[in-house]
């Protein structure tokens, strides 16, 4: 099966001929499931850290992807970042884009 590049998504996506999920389940019929688990899977890791560090949460900053044992800042408005509390980066190529749409 070919591979789709970005623009030609974009073409189909533009022409109304499908959308990104669409294109994205023919190819992959299993993603959605796949996708789940993978989400329930970092749910619940995060559930299993805030037994020990309340306030933990993850993080993402310029593609990392990061669990901190606590807030990334601080509760007053305009507080400076944490980064002393990451304790874990992405690994194996992990890399989170972040920013606005």
């Given at each position: 099966m070919?591979?789709?590049?970005?623009?030609?998504?974009?073409?189909?996506?533009?022409?109304?001929?499908?959308?990104?999920?669409?294109?994205?389940?023919d190819?992959?019929?299993?993603i959605?499931?796949?996708?789940?688990?993978?989400?329930?899977?970092?749910?619940?890791?995060?559930k299993?850290?805030?037994?020990?560090?309340?306030?933990?949460?993850?993080?993402?900053?310029?593609?990392?992807?990061?669990?901190?044992?606590?807030?990334?800042?601080?509760?007053?408005?305009g507080?400076?970042?944490?980064?002393?509390?990451?304790?874990?980066?992405?690994?194996?190529?992990?890399?989170?884009?972040?920013?606005?749409?």
């Open positions: 070919k591979k789709i590049t970005q623009q030609e998504a974009l073409d189909i996506i533009a022409s109304g001929e499908d959308d990104a999920y669409g294109l994205l389940t190819r992959m019929p299993t959605e499931r796949r996708w789940g688990r993978l989400c329930l899977s970092m749910v619940n890791l995060l299993d850290v805030r037994v020990h560090f309340p306030d933990a949460e993850y993080y993402t900053a310029s593609g990392g992807f990061n669990l901190l044992i606590g807030r990334s800042h601080g509760d007053a408005p507080a400076p970042p944490q980064s002393q509390l990451e304790a874990l980066g992405g690994t194996n190529g992990v890399r989170v884009g972040d920013g606005d749409f």
